[in-house]
């Protein structure tokens, strides 16, 4: 065996303080500001203004300099510490802290976050001091729920099976336009005019359109499981993309049926069973005794998508413990050893294409009936882009984590349009809410960078033995667990 000696000795890596690591920093750094001046020169640097009544452009050095600043300095600590040569990641292979910690709170923390979900509207009404007053509140509530649902569904896509879905948006637009049209519907509505009175499909549209508009989305995610089933990772990602994209252009150009890039307003709204939410003595104000107020309807609103978040919830669970759920675990696995169980990966992939496309059909058909109209605008891609990140930051496979990571994105990208207080340091010309994607993005590399495995890393087993253990995404694939 050959000796090492010292002339062929592996040079020792640089003190922390010495003098080539901290300028082997500092140079990085200062590309990386020269970088950061360059792309935001055009983008922070200039200022569309209105000159004597013609567009003009103002420079604003000042907000420059304190952005490439933070990139500078950013990048020399990051140099400095957690990419120092001479750094040692800690070797863990099993749950950190703080996953063993989350394991032994989870069972507490679920029904606290229930409960939380379902006094959400009594709290805001009590601390905006009045019903209407915690309008903006109780919409905010909606809206996350409506991306928790979204991500649960592309979670049984994404995080269960294993499947790259970028197009996850089709579906949801598939379920809007379902309710849509067939709300609008003359002929539907003359036919059941005729048999059970003029206004009862306004009345139960809603109901009746939610279970078809779900199977409609389930019968198109078959449609996509078909032309991919052979293909994986990237191709899989790129096919998915094209298919969100088909359906939105679909949208724009076929106007006799969708109306086009001017979408379909009017929808009928969605009633308490049957009992509109308006003054009439047959209201559902009248008909509880209470004072009508228009924002009854917005809290069961609330309740509606809260219910059909935990129902896709339930769902998911009750599924990955059955055979097909255990059998997208394996898919997500290793294709391979699972077609060499016996395993019909066909069927395994089409059911998990039609199971999430499912639940974004339903989460599509509450977002016609919220707000009342629809037009390919609400389904770019940017909406996939964000339901995919949910999944991801808060983990693939895990719900709790894809809950909490839909509530931090959707309301900490809403509270970020109220920092008033930053005006403070950048002027009172600066406003916060043009740079909340740019302080949004940062926050989404600083989670990747600390918890690359997503908010929830550790994952409960589908099947144990003895003993239920929390599994480490660092012993399975992917970080799946």
Not at 53 to 78: K, T
Not at 105 to 120: E, M, N, R, S
Request: proline share 5%.
């Amino acid at each position: 065996m050959a000796v090492q000696t010292a002339d062929t000795a592996a040079p020792a890596a640089p003190a922390a303080g010495s003098p080539s690591l901290l300028g082997h920093a500092f140079k990085d750094a200062l590309i990386t500001g020269l970088i950061a001046l360059g792309l935001f020169g055009p983008l922070i640097g200039f200022q569309t203004i209105v000159i004597d009544g013609a567009l003009g452009l103002a420079y604003r050095p000042s907000l420059l300099a304190i952005m490439v600043g933070i990139i500078f300095v950013g990048r020399l600590l990051l140099n400095l510490t957690l990419w120092s040569p001479n750094r040692r990641p800690a070797a863990r292979t099993g749950p950190s802290v703080f996953d063993r910690l989350g394991t032994a709170i989870g069972p507490g923390v679920k029904p606290a976050l229930l409960a939380f979900a379902v006094a959400f509207p009594f709290l805001s009404t009590f601390l905006m001091g009045g019903l209407n007053e915690s309008r903006y509140l109780i919409d905010l509530g909606i809206l996350i729920l409506t991306y928790v649902m979204l991500g649960w569904g592309l979670n049984i896509v994404v995080g269960l099976a294993g499947l790259l879905d970028l197009g996850y948006v089709a579906f949801y637009a598939v379920g809007a336009y379902t309710y849509a049209l067939l709300a609008t519907s003359a002929p539907i509505n003359d036919f059941f005019a005729g048999l059970f009175g003029a206004t009862f499909w306004a009345n139960w549209a809603f109901w009746i359109c939610l279970p078809m508009a779900g199977i409609f989305a389930g019968v198109w995610g078959m449609i996509l499981g078909f032309p991919v089933l052979r293909l994986r990772g990237d191709y899989l990602a790129i096919v998915t993309l094209a298919f969100g994209e088909i359906i939105r252009l679909v949208l724009i150009n076929w106007v006799d049926f969708t109306n086009g890039g001017a979408g379909i307003a009017s929808i009928p709204r969605a009633t308490f069973f049957g009992i509109p939410f308006n003054a009439e003595p047959n209201g559902f104000a009248a008909l509880f005794g209470l004072p009508f107020n228009p924002m009854h309807r917005i809290v069961f609103l609330y309740f509606v998508i809260l219910a059909l978040a935990l129902l896709t919830a339930f769902v998911t669970v009750r599924l990955r413990r059955l055979p097909v759920g255990r059998a997208w675990e394996a898919l997500r696995e290793d294709e391979i050893a699972c077609r060499s169980l016996g395993i019909n990966t066909t069927t395994t992939k089409l059911s998990a294409f039609a199971t999430g496309a499912m639940f974004g059909g339903f989460a599509g058909c509450f977002f016609a009936v919220r707000a009342g109209f629809v037009s390919p605008e609400s389904f770019t891609f940017d909406v996939s882009a964000m339901i995919l990140a949910i999944v991801v930051l808060g983990g693939m496979g895990s719900q709790i984590g894809v809950a909490v990571s839909a509530a931090v994105m959707m309301g900490g990208m809403e509270m970020l349009r109220n920092l008033g207080f930053l005006k403070q340091f950048f002027g009172n010309d600066f406003d916060p809410s043009l740079y909340r994607m740019l302080i949004f993005g940062f926050a989404m590399v600083a989670i990747m960078v600390w918890k690359p495995r997503g908010l929830v890393s550790t994952r409960d087993p589908t099947i144990f033995l003895k003993e239920r253990k929390a599994v480490s995404g660092d012993l399975v694939k992917e970080g799946h667990g």
